[in-house]
Antibody, heavy 126, light 106 residues
Framework: QVTLKESGPVLVKPTETLTLTCTVSGFSLSNARMGVSWIRQPPGKALEWLAHIFSNDEKSYSTSLKSRLTISKDTSKSQVVLTMTNMDPVDTATYYC??????????????????WGQGTLVTVSS | DIQMTQSPSSLSASVGDRVTITCRASQGIRNDLGWYQQKPGKAPKRLIYAASSLQSGVPSRFSGSGSGTEFTLTISSLQPEDFATYYCLQHNSLFTFGPGTKVDIK
């Protein structure tokens, strides 16, 4: 059974750095066909992809937030960590982690998001 | 970056209606697209992957089609549990979500 669970602070102050942890079970972060992504959703708004990481340590970041984000993993602990610097009230959102899985698609390997964590609401306020 | 648009942004429908949602990509993405359903206070749930493949356990009234830049999600006969917000997600180049389509009760 695949599960992902986000953990981290509920409240952060403006200019502080946010650190979120995603703990996974039911699959390994060393699996070459899987990765983990972070996604956020401000209250009442749409989903926004932030970053992802794969078993070979391949990392990618949202173009608009790249300068503020760092993603890393600890395979032995089954954890993926996202840090976001210089937090602002507009960063108030529910933050989700989700599994990325490779699949065969019409003769080539594609990758999409299948399982999601429950999400964690982070409020940025002084 | 690839941009995604969805139409309509919202719709009102009745139980039993056929509902179609469209997603368009700013450039060709082959069939690297998924559809997700999200209910209030819950995480999204994948319905469709590879543009037209039904996720295991998802009712067959959901279907997807399209390739390249234009994609559709169809619900053949809307059920009470289908009232939700639907998002498309492209994963051809990084990841981009569409802005969502809210389906509510007429």
């Amino acid at each position: 059974q695949v599960t992902l669970k986000e953990s981290g602070p509920v409240l952060v102050k403006p200019t502080e750095t946010l650190t979120l942890t995603c703990t996974v079970s039911g699959f390994s972060l060393s699996n070459a066909r899987m990765g983990v992504s972070w996604i956020r959703q401000p209250p009442g708004k749409a989903l926004e992809w932030l970053a992802h990481i794969f078993s070979n340590d391949e990392k990618s970041y949202s173009t608009s937030l790249k300068s503020r984000l760092t993603i890393s993993k600890d395979t032995s602990k089954s954890q993926v960590v996202l840090t976001m610097t210089n937090m602002d009230p507009v960063d108030t959102a529910t933050y989700y982690c989700a599994r990325i899985i490779y699949y065969d698609s019409s003769g080539y390997l594609s990758r999409g998001i299948d399982y999601w964590g429950q999400g964690t609401l982070v409020t940025v306020s002084s | 970056d690839i941009q995604m648009t969805q139409s309509p942004s919202s719709l009102s429908a009745s139980v039993g209606d056929r509902v179609t949602i469209t997603c368009r990509a700013s450039q060709g993405i082959r069939n690297d697209l998924g559809w997700y359903q999200q209910k209030p206070g819950k995480a999204p749930k994948r319905l469709i992957y590879a543009a037209s493949s039904l996720q295991s356990g998802v009712p067959s009234r959901f279907s997807g089609s399209g390739s390249g830049t234009e994609f559709t999600l169809t619900i053949s006969s809307l059920q009470p549990e289908d009232f939700a917000t639907y998002y498309c997600l492209q994963h051809n180049s990084l990841f981009t979500f569409g802005p969502g389509t809210k389906v509510d009760i007429k």
